[in-house]
């Protein structure tokens, strides 16, 4: 068996909040526990000292509620609330539908947790953790009458994907008895596998369009078998989007299922406009095992693909004598208040969720917008443009640097934000409205100044994408690449293999008369399954996009890799950009598409 600790909320040891109700005894014992480095290292013991806890309805502040901040409000607007999608959150335990957040009977919806899956010799159990990561992907904000404050649904209360259907998987055979490491869990491979599994293959016809995960385990090369078949099931299912937590391990690199391959890894963001590297969020370079030569090279590979507010979360508190919980005897209630929440929740385990709904919300807009190609449902896909339209964070930096004229990076990534912050608002405005989605074949052409495209390269062979109207000397490019590491899946012995690993590099070059001229800018790292470059262009001009698979890192299948299919995606961006565009590109967005609205949500508060 193995032990883990969860991604979220980050140890609290730096000072313990004042509880106002009679729980004195619970912040005595989570001060202790608090000296431990063991219990520190993710946040196990000190998870509810990090908060107090109070009764709804939501308080005005200081409190944030991110959906507005990572510009969630642009799907909102046009109808989008993830509806059409199929969300999976698999932790410790399971979500605890029966608090207040998840009702939804105003909305004419059935139970928020349509389905509840348990692992091989998992009894399965409601977990305080899981509760607060449901909250934050598809809670719908509803709030209890309480005083003279009637009973509604309220904005600031609201999960990214409200009307989501919620799949809970639970894989912990075992929880920590102990004081001193709340939280932790034992799983096994069994317990782990055949979850994701399920999830990834579908139940009864139905796959879920997002997987969300939010615990942390040791295994710094991604060899484990748990992971091993995430990364195989992720790659014979692209339809389903992977996202992990990245950790709370401070300057230590990132925990799995964080450092798999095929899936979207967050960090935490925080400060004023969460654009600020959360102190808490694991970073720094992952090993990289080739399972070709046996060996392992140790610190070569960036993790971190995005980052998204993991701080001062406001969480719909389980406190039901089960899960993670069954230490905290004075703490449980039986039964559980459906109306408490903990207050100021740090971790990456709330960012994680918060870019998972955010895929959520792309996908129902994708689905239900007759001009979206079937491509837009790709992982790869979803991933590109979330890294291409990602805001810079403060102290941004994945390794560029100008050598001989040309900027390049060998990094690609920033170790603690990967290519930045979420932004839901410009991911929409390249995933639904860019000028080019999906071109026709698979092997580049002409395009717009944003847009997306799955294409198909060989070993040895390149694909170029050429702008097709000359950019201003004042634009920035951003652009990224992702594809997956290879591999299968037995369902027979619920075990996966990585079999082949491509060696992609991304590349900008000025245009001239039709001809790539003179390279510009490459993002070059040898390692890592994404390349991404965000700079200002060197001057006005015409300019292209060039992908080319030069090698593969290692191919131990019995029939050779001759091709790799990738996720591109690029914006361009005036800066300053003009906040005259932005006003009228939000009056037409989605204009095309049927308008659909969450029926009682509540004004902005």
């Keep these: 068996m193995r032990e883990f600790d969860r991604a979220g909320p980050v140890c609290g040891c730096g000072g313990i909040r004042p509880l106002p109700y009679p729980l004195a005894m619970l912040a005595v014992l989570l001060a202790a526990a608090c000296q431990l480095p063991d219990a520190c290292h993710a946040e196990t013991a000190t998870t509810l000292a990090r908060g107090e806890y109070v009764a709804g309805p939501y308080p005005s502040g200081p409190y944030a509620w991110v959906n507005g901040e990572v510009g969630a409000d642009i799907f909102y607007s046009s109808g989008y609330y993830g509806g059409s999608t199929v969300i999976g959150n698999i932790e410790a335990g ?100 055949s979850v994701y599994r399920q999830f990834f293959q579908g139940i009864s016809g139905t796959a879920c369009d997002v997987i969300n995960s939010s615990f942390g385990g040791y295994d710094p090369a991604t060899t484990e078998p748990e992971y091993v078949a995430v990364d195989a099931l992720a790659f014979q299912n692209p339809t389903v989007t992977f996202v992990a937590a990245a950790g709370n391990g401070d300057v230590n690199p990132v925990s799995a299922p964080g450092n798999v391959y095929n899936g979207i890894t967050v960090g935490s963001v925080g400060g004023t406009n969460f654009r600020t590297p959360s102190d808490f969020s694991s ?111 403060d102290g941004w930096n994945n390794g560029q640097a100008t050598t001989g004229g040309v900027l390049r990076t060998t990094q690609a990534l920033d170790y603690a934000t990967g290519a930045g912050a979420l932004d839901l ?125 030069p090698s593969m890192v290692y191919d131990t299948g019995a029939t050779p890799v001759t091709a790799e299919t990738y996720g591109l995606a690029w914006k361009t961006v005036i800066v300053p950009e003009p906040s005259a565009l932005v006003v009228a590109a939000c009056g037409v967005l989605f204009a095309a598409a049927a308008r659909r609205r969450v029926t009682s949500r509540a004004t902005r508060g």
């Design 94 to 193: 399971y979500v605890w539908d029966g608090h207040e957040v998840f009702d939804r009977s105003g909305l004419g919806l059935g139970n928020a947790v349509e389905r509840k899956v348990a692992g091989t010799g998992v009894a399965g159990e409601y977990d305080f953790h899981a509760t607060m990561v449901g909250h934050v992907l598809a809670g719908t904000g509803y709030v209890a009458a309480s005083g003279t404050v009637p009973a509604g649904y309220s904005y600031t209360g609201m999960g990214m994907a409200p009307r989501a259907r919620l799949w809970s998987g639970a894989i912990a055979t075992a929880y920590s008895t102990s004081t001193t490491s709340v939280g932790s869990f034992d799983t096994t491979p069994a317990s782990t596998v």
């Design 283 to 393: 970073r720094g370079a992952v090993d990289f095992y080739n399972p070709a030569t046996n060996a392992t090279l140790t610190g070569v590979r960036a993790a971190v693909d995005i980052a998204a507010p993991g701080e001062q979360g406001y969480l719909a508190a389980y406190l039901g004598p089960t899960g993670g919980l069954v230490p905290l005897t004075q703490l449980t209630q039986t039964p559980p208040p459906t109306n408490r929440y903990f207050v100021n929740m740090d971790g990456t385990s709330f960012a994680s969720p918060t870019v998972a709904g955010g895929v959520a919300l792309m996908k129902d807009a994708a689905k239900n917008s007759w001009w979206m190609p079937q491509a837009a449902l790709d992982a790869r896909v979803v991933k590109a443009v979330l890294m291409a339209t990602s805001a810079q964070t």
């Design 425 to 549: 608002d410009a991911a929409a405005r390249t995933y639904i409205l860019g000028d080019t989605r999906d071109l026709s074949g698979t092997s580049g052409g002409t395009i717009g100044s944003s847009g997306w495209d799955l294409g198909s390269i060989g070993v040895g062979s390149h694909a170029d994408y050429a702008f097709s109207a000359t950019l201003a000397s004042s634009t920035e490019l951003r652009v990224a690449l992702d594809w997956f590491t290879q591999g299968s899946f037995s369902n027979a012995t619920d075990t996966g293999t990585r079999s082949a690993f491509a060696n992609l590099d991304l590349q900008v070059w000025s245009v001239v008369n039709g001809a790539f001229d003179t390279l510009v800018a490459e993002s070059s790292s040898l390692y890592n399954n994404a390349e991404f470059l965000r700079f200002t262009l060197p001057g006005a001009g015409l300019y292209g996009l060039r992908v080319s698979l």
